[in-house]
């Protein structure tokens, strides 16, 4: 009922800057905006589980990070565009990994979250050192 498109991953020196983003479509209008409430990016490293990087909800008010991106990262999004951003600046050769979009109809309330109702098939950030 909802896709989600990454796009922008690549392959930087430590230190660098990258940008991505993330197109959300689905079958009809309400539909997108009940599975949207919430909109997320994930990331797994080889050899780790996947976890929850940002979040941020449908009225901009509310956004989390991992302590891990903390001052570096910052999520944003459009909703007219129906794209989803992370800007991840200084960037670190630990922060290698696939990095996932994700759309939840559960609001934000506490904390990142662990879960989501849709994913995206990833887009690949490798940062060298």
């Known amino acids: 009922q909802v896709q989600l498109v990454e796009s922008g991953g690549g392959l930087v020196q430590a230190g660098a800057s990258l940008k991505l983003s993330c197109t959300v479509s689905g079958r009809t209008l309400p539909t997108l905006l009940i599975s949207t409430e919430t909109m997320s990016w994930f990331r797994q490293a080889p050899g780790k589980d996947r976890e929850p990087v940002a979040a941020?909800?449908?009225?901009?008010?509310?956004?989390f990070y991992a302590d891990s991106v903390k001052g570096r990262f910052t999520i944003s999004r459009d909703n007219a565009r129906k794209t989803l951003y992370l800007q991840m600046n200084s960037l670190k050769p630990d922060d290698t990994a696939v990095y996932y979009c994700?759309?939840?109809?559960?609001?934000?309330?506490?904390?990142?979250?662990?879960?989501?109702?849709?994913w995206g098939q990833g887009t690949q950030v490798t940062v060298s050192s």
């Open positions: 941020i909800s449908r009225n901009l008010l509310t956004s």
């Open positions: 994700a759309a939840s109809r559960s609001g934000l309330i506490s904390s990142l979250p662990r879960f989501a109702d849709y």
